[in-house]
C-alpha cells in the first residue's frame, strides 16, 4: 500500500542518516533483502556509505557484506558506493 511505502522510505532515509552518522561502526554483515526498499531509500544508503574526504571508507567502516536482493530498487548505487570503498 502507499501508507507502506512511505513508511519504508521513511525508514531507511532514517537508517542511511544514522549511518553516515556514525552508528555501527562495527557492523560487518547486513541482511536487507526483501524490504520493499525503493530507489530513493537505495540512493539514500549509497549516499550514507559513500566514501568522503573527511571519511575515506563512508559510513559503515567495517562493512563486508550487503545483501538487498528482492528489493524493488535497483541496487546499483549501493554497487558504485562499495567499489568506491575499495579505492
Known sequence: ??????????????FAEAVDSGALPNLQKLFLFRNQIGDTGMVAFAR???????????????????????????????????VARKK
Open 48 to 82: 550514507a556509505i559513500t566514501p568522503t574526504p573527511q571519511n575515506r571508507m563512508g559510513g559503515l567502516p567495517a562493512l563486508l557484506y550487503v545483501a538487498l536482493s528482492g528489493n524493488p530498487g535497483g541496487p546499483a548505487p549501493v554497487d558504485e558506493a562499495l
Open 1 to 14: 500500500t502507499r501508507t507502506a511505502r512511505a513508511r519504508m522510505l521513511r525508514g531507511m532515509v532514517a
